[in-house]
């Protein structure tokens, strides 16, 4: 009897062992599971560009940066890089800017096929110069759309949450900064309140300092980044019943300035 019981015991014991085995093998990797719960997913840079509606077509157009932002060819300049040209090649789509919607878009692909998402690029590039030449900005605005959204998507699903993050970083820091640019020429203290972001800046600063590659974190860009990020956040967070002063537009804009300027170091 006690023969039996010790062998069942035995089995009971090899048993729950390998059940455990086998879930541990379908479990993801325990240094992914702790990105996926840390690293959050952050909501589109058009959020601010909704007070575009109340502002001129060729203010907007104004707003375009003359220069084309560029930077070293690195992945997570590339990621910034990427973001901020959407954002934009939004603009200038908005502000019905054709030479510029094609400069921008050019370096778009160009950057989308440098982080390995050539599928994306095939996909649009041919469309998107159509569009541009028939100046079609209703369609172009939704194909803009589509393409953030699945380049974001690609890196989010292949668990590249720095290039995701960096590309989202970079749309968010050229949005914040037009729109606040566009205010500051003919202040509106109701036109401020689409910068107040609080929610997405928090996360952006968390995502960044989930970022953990000695190649990304040790960069004297990464820290100044992170640190200016952080000055934004403060001034995002003293809103006055949901407004901003002209000066913490211009504040907006220097920190903001300062961190394009950065990434191009």
Same mark, same amino acid.
């Given at each position: 009897m006690k023969i039996r019981i010790t062998i069942a015991v035995l089995l009971i014991t090899m048993l729950a062992f390998v059940a455990c085995k086998k879930k541990a093998e379908q479990s993801p990797n325990a240094e992914i599971s702790l990105q996926i719960t840390t690293f959050a997913p952050l909501p589109s840079f058009k959020q601010v560009y909704e007070v575009l509606d109340k502002i001129q077509v060729r203010d907007i157009s104004a707003a375009v940066p003359d220069t084309l932002y560029k930077t070293k060819q690195e992945e997570v300049r590339n990621s910034f890089s990427l973001g901020l040209l959407t954002a934009d090649a939004v603009l200038a789509a908005k502000g019905r800017n054709k030479s510029k919607l094609s400069e921008i878009s050019a370096s778009m @692909? #160009? /950057? =989308?096929?440098? /982080?390995?998402?050539e599928s994306e690029v095939n996909r649009l590039g041919d469309q998107m110069k159509t569009m541009i030449e028939n100046e079609q900005w209703e369609e172009l605005d939704k194909a803009l759309d589509f393409h953030k959204a699945d380049v974001e998507s690609k890196l989010w699903e292949n668990e590249n949450f720095?290039?995701? =993050? @960096? @590309?989202? /970083?970079?749309?968010?820091?050229?949005?914040? #900064?037009?729109?606040?640019? /566009?205010?500051?020429? #003919?202040?509106s203290a109701e036109r401020t309140k689409v910068l107040r972001q609080k929610g997405t800046f928090n996360s952006l600063v968390q995502n960044m300092k989930?970022?953990?590659?000695p190649h990304i974190t040790q960069q004297d860009a990464y820290k100044e980044t992170l640190t200016l990020l952080e000055d934004i956040k403060k001034v995002i967070d003293n809103d006055h019943e949901g407004v901003y002063s002209k000066e913490q537009l211009q504040e907006i804009i220097t920190y903001t300035d300062k961190i394009k300027a950065t990434m191009q170091k």
């Open positions: @692909m #160009n /950057l =989308t096929a440098l /982080l390995g998402l720095d290039d995701y =993050t @960096m @590309m989202l /970083l970079g749309g968010w820091i050229e949005a914040a #900064n037009r729109v606040a640019w /566009l205010i500051h020429q #003919n202040y989930q970022i953990s590659a």
